[in-house]
């Protein structure tokens, strides 16, 4: 056994001195100590019926969630892309917080001594103090919001602010643990930032601009409203009011309506107008009527001005045009920018049918088809949704020729422009004027619909020989069988035998707001 240095014994018994980190956490610890008997024995004006309520509501972020539903059910897709980021956040913050956060810092919690008993919650938490996850959700939730629009974000501040100081007026939590589980709700929402980034965050894509008229208030513009567009349940909005709220001077014409003219007659009336008053034609609809308007301005030479009114507004969101107020802007300042048509002609020749977004045939035009016809009773998500149960339940493979050669395919789909997403999930364009198509096809096959759904759920997708992805200029589809149909931006119409699609670049002029 080894003998001690004359000393070293005592050396190792005396105390050691009070380091600085150990006197700052004990400095903080008393600091956080006080907060908490100072809001434990002040009186807070209304807060004793609010508070306590509002932290149980909190609970497991029911809160929150049903906030996001509502927004998802009630807004637009502005407000659907703010709460899907929010719930995101609030889900990476949760995530953290109980998987790192309770497990790294075991800390008590606080003794409710000090706490009335009427603050005090029925069920006491049983976890640790630190951090505080529903400060870390309600920061998480509000700051994701805030990153899509700030406005909302700053409505939601005051309850997100409220959720937080419940817990310490109830004596859950010491003011440390609601400000580190804010940081930390804070930090989430800025990682989700950093894997998806927001609208803004996103350079804005290569569009070449237009040239086209400035039309304060809309005057020289001529708008037809498709009053048929859009959701097919609840009452139908005041089109014509919905125009005049952001461009008073615009003149619009109904369709849509048995009384009201046909929309290609309404739409090539008013083309006319807009090239002899040297103005610009206005649609006001879904991707449908957008499409058919788009044929309009083309034939005339006239810019055109996409108000957003359908479903799902594709065109529109993709060119950056989210809300009317955003396509007003761009008319009164005659901001533009010219974008790419796609058309396909028969072999008999003739004018091409356009489409701005997607021409399919197989298996998705058989879905809006279906959806078209449930739409009307139940509205047109649960009819999309069940819809495309019973298609891939029943659909069977077509047999066509792609560019002279022989294939069987599930699905064929050709975009206008290149889309961004994998495989059969195309998210959205960034660029409208590329001069390409997307073409996408399933094939055919043995157990086709399982070995892409295998695929599909082992992240193999884009190498799955089931699927093929490619950028052309043109595309020849022949072979089509009698009966055979197709869909182009949610239009469907029977096939020809023989078609082939191609592309017009920088062919139609649109309003866009300019980045600065």
């Not at 019926?49 to 637009?76: E, F, K, N, Y």
């Not at 897709?77 to 109980?98: E, F, K, Q």
């Amino acid at each position: 056994m080894k003998r001690m240095m004359p000393g070293t014994s005592a050396l190792l018994s005396a105390p050691r001195p009070l380091g600085y980190r150990w006197r700052m956490r004990k400095l903080l610890s008393t600091w956080d100590r006080r907060i908490f008997d100072s809001v434990a024995s002040r009186h807070w004006p209304g807060a004793q019926r609010v508070l306590p309520r509002l932290t149980r509501t909190a609970d497991h972020g029911v809160l929150w969630m049903g906030i996001a539903a509502g927004a998802a059910v009630l807004g637009g897709r502005p407000m659907r892309r703010a709460a899907l980021r929010g719930v995101a956040s609030l889900a990476t913050a949760s995530a953290t917080v109980n998987t790192l956060g309770k497990r790294s810092v075991r800390r008590d919690r606080p003794l409710l001594d000090a706490v009335p008993v009427i603050r005090q919650l029925s069920r006491q938490p049983f976890t640790t103090s630190f951090p505080s996850g529903h400060a870390a959700s309600a920061a998480a939730f509000a700051t994701g919001v805030a990153f899509e629009n700030k406005w909302w974000g700053l409505a939601l501040a005051p309850v997100a602010a409220s959720v937080a100081f419940s817990r310490v007026y109830t004596g859950v939590h010491y003011p440390g643990d609601v400000l580190a589980g804010a940081a930390l709700g804070v930090g989430a929402a800025l990682a989700v930032r950093g894997l998806a980034p927001t609208r803004a965050q996103l350079a804005p894509p290569a569009r070449p601009a237009a040239d086209a008229p400035a039309l304060p208030g809309g005057r020289g513009l001529f708008v037809v409203a498709n009053h048929a567009s859009g959701q097919r349940t609840g009452p139908r909005p005041d089109r014509e009011q919905e125009v005049r709220s952001v461009l008073p001077e615009a003149e619009v014409v109904l369709c849509g309506d048995p009384e009201c003219p046909p929309m290609d007659k309404a739409l090539e009336e008013a083309a006319g107008q807009a090239k002899r008053a040297g103005g610009a034609l206005g649609v006001l609809g879904g991707d449908g009527t957008v499409c058919a308007a788009a044929t309009a301005a083309v034939r005339h030479g006239v810019p055109l001005a996409v108000l957003p009114g359908g479903t799902r507004n594709h065109f529109a969101y993709d060119l950056g045009i989210e809300t009317l107020g955003d396509a007003a802007r761009a008319v009164t300042s005659g901001e533009a920018v010219a974008v790419d048509l796609a058309g396909f002609r028969t072999a008999r020749g003739g004018d091409p049918t356009y489409f701005l977004n997607t021409f399919s045939v197989g298996a998705y035009p058989e879905l809006v088809r279906v959806r078209e016809e449930w739409a009307g009773r139940i509205g047109a998500w649960p009819a999309g949704v069940l819809a495309a149960w019973k298609v891939l339940r029943t659909a069977d493979p077509v047999t066509v020729e792609v560019n002279g050669k022989r294939r069987e395919v599930w699905l064929l789909f050709a975009g206008n422009c290149a889309y961004r997403g994998l495989g059969l999930a195309p998210v959205r364009r960034h660029d409208l004027a590329d001069g390409v198509l997307d073409v996408r096809v399933v094939h055919g096959g043995r157990l086709a619909r399982t070995r892409l759904l295998t695929a599909a759920l082992t992240g193999a997708l884009r190498h799955s020989p089931v699927l093929s992805e490619s950028r052309v200029r043109s595309l020849r589809i022949g072979g089509l069988t009698e009966g055979s149909v197709l869909a182009y931006d949610g239009e469907v119409a029977d096939a020809p035998r023989e078609l082939t699609i191609c592309k017009e670049n920088e062919a139609l002029t649109v309003y866009r707001l300019l980045p600065e």
